[in-house]
């Protein structure tokens, strides 16, 4: 525990079995990538990317070529994805690293082939992103054959994959996925058309895999002779995304399957600093936006909005103190919460305060800040500031 007790517990033996639940519910004819971007969704890549490795990922996937050169010092032997594109300075770094990039427009083949050249390697893979409808990255169909005349003879780079990102595998119906799929279909044609073969089809993050699409993925990858490769980050932290429309009638076995077997990674705690008692009517924080309807006891936390405490939380959440739900009274601070805690009996300093994570029976998920935040668990996790130690546990 950090001198300033506020921090963040990993659990890598769950990331790890988190890997191995999916890796067996993807089935044999899927290879996961483990997406540990921003480092590792805040749970601290040091921690996971190692953890996948032993868990049997091959392949890790980061934003950038920064986060590419950390991984590739953790986990020698990995396949790392730089995911986000790469940058007119990233070319030599990609290459020395034997990082694989994503790449989509022909300015990103003429970095890479350059520095492929400059440092004499005759081969680099990278993977070759589709738009199929999200319009954020990737190439559209309309651009895909002038693309594809690059990977002549004599070219540094090989086609290895082929890739998109579904935008809507959260909606249960499936449909935009569907078309999305649909659209992938015909851009494979074109490549097959090319004369190149990739071998591998790169598709699916965590609600596609968890909703059952890794079998409709590696049909496709199969009529192209392809292996398909899924992405999943936030299950791999051990969260069911929810789906949105939900499912109508019977959600599919795998959901039911990943909500029994999937364990939170990251818990976040706390301790109570000091406890007083004030009368009724002293305001509470800045601006005094609480005010003691009553005696009450108040107990200071060390973890405020610079360490990634939602400041919309004040006077709007509880956070755990002996196994009881202590109400946030007055705005949150920078570095500092108060808390109610007159029905908790015998609160003393050094208590300790869980943010996310269980306390005897009960439990505070990053799906619950996400709620009163109005936001995701995804941007609950990577806003965890960087001050916040993570400890393995
Ligand atoms: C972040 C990301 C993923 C993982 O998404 P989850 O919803 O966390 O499973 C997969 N693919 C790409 C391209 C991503 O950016």
Redesign the pocket.
Known sequence: MPNRPCWVEISTRAFEDNYRFLSRLAGPQVELLA?V?ANA?GHSLELCAPAAIRAGANWL?VTSVEEGVEARRLCPEARILV??GIFPHDGEDVVRNKLTAVVWDSWQLDILEAAARSLGVRSISVHLEIDTGMSRQGADLASLPSLLASFRRDYPLRLEAV?T?LFAADEADGQVTEDQLSRMNDALITVKASGIHPGILNI????A?LSGQASNISKLAARFDMKALM??????YGLV?EYDPQFSSAEPMSLGQARLNLRPVLSWKSQVVSVHSVDAGTVVGYNGTFVATEPMRLALIAAGYADGLDRKLGNHFSLLVRGQRAPVVGRISMDQTVVDVTEIPDVVPGDEVVLIGAQDSEKISSFDHARAAGTIP?EIFTRIASRVPRVAI
């Open positions: 997406i971007k969704y996937g995911i986000s890739m990102h699916g993050n965590s609600a895999l992405r999943p980050g936030l299950a791999l995304p995804w």
